[in-house]
């Protein structure tokens, strides 16, 4: 039987030119998390049913798109679709863990759902949280780490910061009715893709009184930077916890990269205080490269247990950080750094080609016996930098020519020359 | 709805001090493979049924342990069982790959099968892999890369090689019938395990006659070096294809490390040529760590394509790596180094955190103010080498009280200090 040569709908397989900047990536996030002192953890893509359909886990919808199966033992099993239910069940099952726990994880979900434009059906998740800080520091630990992750990603971001409890504390002071506040919050996140007067148009259809529309619209839209945005709002609203928590997060960390947005709600999620989201500025990709908030309820409840388990965390978008930097940088097609050419030496580049990688570089080497103009071509189509050509004339001096593929220049060094010049 | 907390039968998590270990461990292979020119490829967890199901992908057996669900358009998908079926995939596909193509994989695969000890439904696999190699090079460059990569794990190991095609002409010199040669293969490959005499007992039952017995066993169980071993095959049988690929790759790679076992078959796989084991010395598990060989057929009868696919790929086992490093080192519960201890200082206390992780150093922060001794607690606990002390007196002398963990050494020092520090 021959093979059909077809992957399933909505995966992917990645090359290396495409895997070597997706490892690049993770590798980037994963030192910065270490550094903040977050450790990795690591769970099964297969899950039981029962903890991926808990109620509070992701609501019906996302159990639309779960993938079920069963094993030999007819139990019922599922693809975890998120990192977040698996995360809140590590918890549960660790009762012992030293709080806060700090844990990042980067590792592929399942969703089987519609395929649009850069939706696919497995994808790989990067989620950094803590769990067991009440305080605003955990959300200005994670915000310096967005910071500092993006800056070394190359990455120019704006970060919109809120507050659910604030957003609730505005619609009460603006006299949106309690029965209206959950569809207005969802029509006040599209402010900023929808404008202005659709909003406010969305909201009287709603039936919101036009007093309550222009005090909403009031509060949401004030300028200014964040300091004179929270003061104004304190005039307003006066002393409230949601605001008292996002003056205290500025208070801790202050970056103009960091942009208070009063009507930024992150749709009808499980937050319950902070949430903020991360845009690339100048990006032609205009959804979140991140984002993420606090969600104090979820892990309790999920449990069933009475003990608190406050909790923040962040999701950094591997699929549109990958597309920007595709854009942004020359592609590499292999992590060779140089190619040993054996010109009737194999057995002797065998031996050369291993000092060079005891030393840490990345050497290939022609085991097919190609001719040199062939294997000149493989080295130039694969952009590797460097050709090493050796023949009896080279082995005689203990010599290798090194051939720069940009300038076509050659010298002659020795393994130790050589492995210095890769040194700089 | 409370969450159940369990897992799946034979599925595990892994806390930061496995996770940590296990990191490190598939960092290092990375980094060898890359050092020989393979790069990395990824590919789907999912797959088709009919990709995996291919007449010579895994055989029956594997079948039967095949995970197997549908997405919702009804298509006849299952969970990958090995990550060599999906390279064969991914090579039918690309057909525009340059050749020799290298590549390695690290992932997950699935296996809903017993559950013994060491075996999981889900656990990964370390594969490199070489596509377009007919010559004995590619063999002993994989050889080359496998001493290497289990030399910087620290481990000492012993590489047992054997040749199929020379199984094959042992079997036909001793007189072995054909009808009787796949049984043959499969009695002497447990010559290691079960002994001499428990062989000679099994052939015997097969009804292979005592002579063709004795020939049989004299052959595999010759001694010497292995050139010796080469040249007492060469004098009973002759110039033979396999005998030859044994002495040209003995010819390539010389280490006292690699040992010529003429009676190791790897069981009824597919390999035509090579074959290898590595196992290491003094070490209480004794199933092999790594294992491989040439399989020349396999992918032009998954792709049913008259075009040569030669490939040689070798596995490394990741679980019993992690097992015998478990034993020979101490675990680190954290990758962090040093833990700041703000005392009414935590403003300050980010920003000095921002500047020894902008150095590169993973600096964890207490978050919750717990009190000093709490504090240290923690840190010791944790196995976090230094605790950064700060209060209003350190802030004052714009230092920190750096704390040895260990020695109880206290001193007051920079942050420039403090990365000069941690840089040696």
Redesign the interface.
């Given at each position: 039987?021959?093979?059909?040569?077809?992957?399933?709908?909505?995966?992917?397989?990645?090359?290396?030119e495409e895997?070597?900047l997706?490892?690049e990536i993770v590798g980037r996030l994963k030192?910065?998390f270490?550094?903040?002192?977050y450790?990795?953890?690591?769970?099964?893509?297969?899950?039981?049913q029962?903890?991926l359909?808990?109620?509070f886990?992701g609501g019906a919808e996302i159990l639309k798109e779960m993938?079920?199966?069963k094993?030999?033992?007819r139990?019922d099993?599922g693809?975890r679709y998120d990192l977040t239910v698996p995360f809140?069940?590590?918890v549960?099952?660790?009762p012992t863990l030293?709080?806060?726990f700090?844990?990042y994880q980067i590792e592929?979900v399942?969703r089987?759902g519609p395929i649009k434009s850069g939706r696919y059906?497995?994808f790989i998740q990067c989620d950094v949280d803590?769990v067991?800080?009440?305080?605003m520091?955990?959300e200005?630990?994670l915000l310096?780490l967005t910071l500092?992750a993006f800056n070394e990603l190359g990455l120019d971001v704006k970060v919109e910061v809120n507050n659910r409890k604030l957003l609730n504390e505005i619609l009460e002071t603006a006299g949106v009715p309690k029965a209206k506040q959950m569809d207005s919050i969802l029509i006040v996140d599209k402010l900023k893709k929808i404008g202005s007067k659709e909003v406010r148009k969305e909201l009287s259809g709603l039936g919101l009184q036009n007093k309550a529309v222009g005090a909403l619209l009031g509060f949401l839209e004030i300028a200014g930077t964040n300091t004179e945005k929270t003061r104004t709002l304190k005039e307003c609203l006066g002393e409230k916890e949601g605001l008292n928590e996002v003056e205290e997060l500025f208070?801790?960390?202050d970056s103009r990269k960091i942009v208070f947005n009063p009507s930024l709600a992150r749709g009808l999620s499980y937050y319950t205080g902070t949430v903020f989201e991360v845009f690339v500025r100048g990006s032609s990709i205009t959804s979140s490269f991140a984002g993420g908030g606090r969600y104090d309820s979820m892990i309790p409840e999920?449990?069933?247990s009475k003990q608190d388990y406050p909790a923040v965390g962040i999701s950094f978008g591997l699929e549109p950080i990958t597309e920007e930097l595709k854009l942004k940088r020359s592609i590499m097609?292999?992590?060779?750094q140089v190619?040993i050419i054996p010109i009737q030496t194999?057995?002797e580049c065998?031996a050369i080609?291993?000092q060079l990688?005891?030393k840490?570089?990345?050497?290939?080497?022609d085991?097919?016996?190609r001719g040199i103009s062939k294997n000149l071509n493989?080295v130039n189509?694969?952009g590797i930098p460097y050709a090493a050509i050796i023949g009896l004339k080279e082995l005689e001096k203990n010599k290798v020519n090194l051939r720069d593929m940009r300038s076509g220049k050659e010298e002659l060094l020795s393994v130790e020359q050589i492995v210095k010049k890769f040194e700089h």
């Open positions: 039987m021959k093979m059909k040569l077809e992957l399933p709908r909505g995966m992917r397989d990645f090359c290396p895997k070597i997706r490892d030192s910065v270490e550094r903040f002192g450790n990795p953890i690591e769970t099964p893509v297969i899950e039981r029962s903890v359909a808990s109620k886990a993938f079920t199966l094993d030999q033992g139990r099993l693809l809140a069940r590590f549960g099952m660790n030293k709080m806060p700090k844990r592929k399942y089987d059906r497995e803590v067991g800080c009440k305080g520091t955990a200005a630990e310096q500092m208070r801790l960390i999920l449990l069933g097609k292999t992590k060779t190619y194999q057995k065998f080609a291993e990688r005891r840490g570089i990345n050497a290939d080497m085991i097919v016996s493989f189509t694969m």
